[in-house]
């Protein structure tokens, strides 16, 4: 019988450990297309949830739907076939003119005038004026 090295019983488990992360994490369908649900019965549920789509696609053996909820938030989801429910969610909360009005909403609080549109494009240098060359010399 061959001695085995001492790293060897660890490589091995920390492989099969790995292998079972990866397997656990994966969030596939894996449904035989003889038990799909069909795509106009994926939009039908959709429908039903108040889910407004833009695009209905297959993805890694599911149905992947982006659109907008029932709140008018955008999102994409993975629809298991067969069961037509969802697998994974993500929802964008995120409305771009919401800093803004944060910003907007602040200043009205304290009473402080909002900074004047040059002074976000200047930056930390005062010596620099916007839709100027900037000047200097090197040394």
């Not at 099969?16 to 549920?45: F, K, N, T």
């Not at 789509?53 to 890694?60: G, N, S, T």
């Not at 955008?74 to 800093?99: C, G, S, W, Y």
């Not at 494009?121 to 916007?130: E, H, L």
């Amino acid at each position: 019988m061959k001695p085995r090295h001492p790293l060897a019983h660890g490589v091995l488990a920390l492989s099969l450990s790995l292998l079972a992360v990866l397997a656990e994490a994966d969030d596939d369908c894996d449904v035989p297309i003889q038990r799909w649900q069909s795509r106009d019965a994926a939009l039908r549920m959709a429908a039903e949830r108040g889910w407004q789509v833009q695009r209905l696609k297959i993805d890694d053996g599911c149905y992947e739907i982006r659109g907008t909820d029932a709140g008018g938030r955008r999102f994409k989801a993975k629809i298991n076939p067969q069961t037509l429910e969802p697998v994974e969610m993500k929802v964008r909360d995120h409305d771009p003119n919401r800093d803004r009005h944060r910003e907007r909403s602040r200043s009205n609080e304290t009473g402080a005038a909002p900074p004047p549109a040059d002074a976000a494009t200047s930056g930390a240098n005062p010596s620099i004026t916007p839709g100027t060359a900037p000047g200097g010399r090197t040394e």
